[in-house]
């Protein structure tokens, strides 16, 4: 069974632009989640979709924002980007909406912010 | 809210030679309990979980850790380190009532020595 797929897996943008990546999870899950991981504040979840809706959100600005397709496959968008948005994005996937799921991670979308 | 804590930033074992990684978490009652390993340009591998049940669980890769109620710890140990083994270990937990996604200790970056 294919992994977590992410695209692009680099991307570099500039101050003030917008992003928007993409995730295709595990065939079968119905869960995605995001993380931002940087050096100085480690791994942070941003939002998790199930069956279409946000079911859960992480301390961000609302600057971050994602949605998921009928298909499981996810996108989160950064309009106006900072230079403190420059991480890698991670995105994980899990059968169903229960805590003692495994969530299984992609290998993410590294995003530098000139 | 739950937390993680790894203490060690970074630690440097000899080939050959047996590690324990610690990780202590917060929480009210028993968590659902993760270690993650992330090679360089990577996302997360799952190494092990522990849910309930017996508190030695065996992973992948010849990792074990045990859980200690107790301490509120979820070490994780291997008897031999072989050199592929460098790279940065996470912990995380999962809240086991309501809803709840997976926080992360800082991690634990191993370097492996000839």
């Known amino acids: 069974k294919a992994g977590v797929t992410q695209t692009p897996r680099y991307l570099i943008k500039t101050r003030g632009q917008q992003v928007t990546l993409s995730c295709s999870p595990i065939?079968?899950?119905?869960?995605v989640s995001w993380y931002q991981q940087t050096p100085g504040q480690g791994l942070q979840f941003l939002f998790e979709?199930?069956?279409?809706?946000?079911?859960n959100k992480g301390n961000f600005p609302g600057r971050f924002s994602g949605r998921q397709f009928s298909n499981s496959r996810s996108e989160m968008n950064v309009s106006t980007l900072e230079l403190g948005d420059s991480a890698l994005y991670l995105c994980?996937?899990?059968?169903?909406?229960?805590?003692?799921?495994?969530?299984?991670f992609g290998p993410g979308t590294r995003l530098l912010v000139l | 809210a739950q937390s993680v804590t790894q203490p060690d930033i970074h630690i440097t074992v000899s080939e050959g030679a047996s590690l324990e990684l610690r990780c202590n978490y917060s929480?009210?009652?028993?968590?659902?309990l993760f270690w993650y390993v992330q090679s360089p340009g990577q996302g997360l591998q799952l190494l092990l979980k522990?849910?309930?049940?017996?508190?030695l669980v065996q992973g992948i890769k010849g990792f074990e850790a045990e859980f200690k109620r107790s301490q509120s710890s979820f070490n994780l140990r291997k008897p031999s380190v072989h050199w592929s083994d460098a790279a940065e270990y996470f912990c995380?937990?999962?809240?086991?009532?309501?809803?709840?996604?997976?926080?992360f200790g800082k991690g634990t970056m191993l370097l492996v020595s000839p």
């Open positions: 994980a996937s899990r059968r169903e909406l229960a805590n003692q799921e495994t969530q299984y």
């Open positions: 065939s079968g899950h119905r869960s």
């Open positions: 979709y199930f069956s279409e809706t946000q079911r």
């Open positions: 929480y009210g009652a028993t968590p659902y």
């Open positions: 522990y849910f309930s049940g017996d508190t």
């Open positions: 995380a937990v999962v809240a086991n009532s309501g809803y709840s996604t997976l926080t």
